[in-house]
């Protein structure tokens, strides 16, 4: 079986690509930048190419019988309508593709970003919808591409993953990671009593994988997030104690923290976009018992784990870390946080 990829050198599609080529499939991927992975390199069919264009959508597609489309802006990155571009227009252009060539299935990778600034837990796949920032109202506005494509006649499948980390993830995390190394403060918005709910990047393939041949899951959404998580603080705790770290978790007070944030962002002086200061405070976890009943998934990880394994990743890669950037695989310039940092 062949499965297409867009977004294939991004964090979910890298572990996505080698998960398949484990399986035996055959695997095609598309993205603006190589997969900086040799031995993958070697054993896909990688292509160059922006998902704003048709043409290239179209021959990442060609004689697929699934594809899961990963490609995606990020909050951080650019303008409203860049991430406009990419999140709707982007995904309108994948799906056309799709039923023009006749794909089976189209697995979508949505986000928990489409609830909002959570109100109620856990929030279930029939809440209503209410993103937060440019990103959650893109990914709003992609799943209703999505709808309009499913009756259409294609086979599609939205999953809404929480915050998902892993080997090679860095981004945020990595600026997290950096400060518990080297002992620094760890600031939470508020006291941290809050449990916000991650998830680990093999469990998120699992479900992937998994909802390729389900039955009865075109045209469902499905949320997918870890089963085991204690509070922002716990959790942070087992990471510092994990670590070995002299870090001490210090909470700071929410409305102020979230307007000097907000501040910063508009002058475009902090990594953190307003998903992250809006929520960071607040209960955040879904059911997943819909992916538990359509797929047969059952998560394996807990946070703790997951950011203990992710945490000791970086440490063995430290050296072969990039340059700065905007994506989930690159460290984020921690612009005016590294001022924070030294204070800290």
Request: proline fraction near 4%; charged fraction near 25%; glycine fraction near 8%.
């Amino acid at each position: 079986m062949t499965v297409a990829i867009s977004g294939g050198a991004g964090f979910l599609g890298l572990h996505l690509a080698r998960g398949l080529l484990e399986r035996g499939e055959t695997v095609r991927t598309l993205d603006l930048v190589s997969l900086d992975d040799a031995p993958l390199e070697a054993s896909v069919e990688a292509l160059s190419g922006d998902i704003r264009d048709p043409a290239a959508v179209r021959r990442l597609v060609a004689g697929a019988e699934i594809v899961v489309h990963a490609a995606a802006a990020l909050p951080i990155q650019a303008s409203r309508q860049s991430i406009f571009a990419v999140n709707v227009e982007g995904t309108a252009n994948v799906l056309a593709a799709a039923l023009e060539a006749g794909v089976r299935r189209v697995v979508f990778i949505s986000s928990t970003a489409v609830y909002g600034v959570p109100t109620r837990q856990p929030m279930r796949e029939e809440d209503p919808l209410a993103g937060v920032g440019w990103y959650g109202e893109s990914k709003i506005r992609a799943e209703e591409v999505c709808r309009a494509f499913s009756a259409r006649g294609l086979e599609i499948v939205v999953i809404r993953p929480k915050t998902f980390i892993g080997a090679e993830r860095l981004g945020v995390f990595e600026i997290l990671f950096d400060w518990v190394r080297e002992g620094r403060r760890i600031y939470t918005l508020g006291s941290g009593a809050n449990r916000y709910q991650l998830l680990a990047v093999e469990d998120l393939v699992d479900a992937v994988v998994r909802s390729f041949a389900a039955p009865g899951v075109a045209g469902e959404s499905l949320n997918v997030g870890a089963k085991e998580f204690g509070s922002v603080r716990a959790d942070l705790k087992a990471l510092i104690d994990h670590a070995g770290s002299a870090s001490r978790l210090t909470p700071v007070p929410v409305r102020p923290a979230e307007l000097a944030l907000r501040t910063l962002e508009r002058l475009r002086l902090s990594p953190l976009a307003e998903w992250h200061y809006r929520t960071a405070h607040k209960d955040s976890f879904v059911s997943v018992e819909k992916a538990e009943r359509l797929l047969g998934w059952a998560p394996r990880l807990s946070n703790a784990r997951t950011l203990v394994e992710t945490y000791d990743w970086y440490l063995a890669n430290r050296g072969s870390v990039g340059a700065a950037g905007t994506t989930h695989r690159v460290p984020w310039n921690q612009q005016a946080l590294g001022l924070l940092k030294r204070l800290s």
